[in-house]
């Protein structure tokens, strides 16, 4: 199975930058999607950003764009999200998660990049104070 652990949380204020790191192992990374989620207190969980197992093709919820990039290195076995431009309403637990892709095809379906995870991090504390 796929192990994946989050890191690079903390206290931020608004208008400042972080960058969450997301380590793998356990598997192949490259044959996984890669998206990043978060969960703010008594709220449901909800999608951030997602990138394909070759990279490139990325989606991003309407509230993040522009704002937050996703990224990963296929060599290093890592994912990563920098937020820029962190705003009080981004306060959550932010997880790391994996799907497992079809990679004979550099192509994919945004909209299911919003969906289904096969694994899934601990979590990392995003606090962004106004």
């Known amino acids: 199975q796929l192990q994946l652990v989050e890191s690079g949380g903390g206290l931020v204020q608004a208008g400042g930058s972080l960058r969450l790191s997301c380590a793998a192992s356990?598997?192949?990374?490259?044959?996984?999607?890669m998206g990043w989620f978060r969960q703010a207190p008594g709220k449901e969980r909800e999608f951030v950003a997602a990138?394909?197992?070759?990279?490139?093709?990325?989606e991003y919820a309407n509230s993040v764009k522009g704002r937050f990039t996703i990224s990963r290195d296929n060599v290093k076995n890592m994912a990563y999200l920098q937020m820029n431009s962190l705003k009080p309403e981004d306060t959550a637990v932010y997880y790391c998660?994996?799907?497992?892709?079809?990679?004979?095809?550099?192509?994919?379906?945004?909209?299911?990049?919003?969906?289904?995870?096969?694994?899934w991090g601990q979590g990392t504390q995003v606090t962004v104070s106004s």
């Open positions: 998660a994996a799907a497992n892709a079809d990679t004979s095809t550099a192509n994919a379906d945004r909209d299911a990049l919003r969906g289904r995870y096969d694994y």
């Open positions: 356990g598997d192949t990374f490259y044959k996984y999607h």
């Open positions: 990138i394909i197992w070759i990279g490139g093709i990325t």
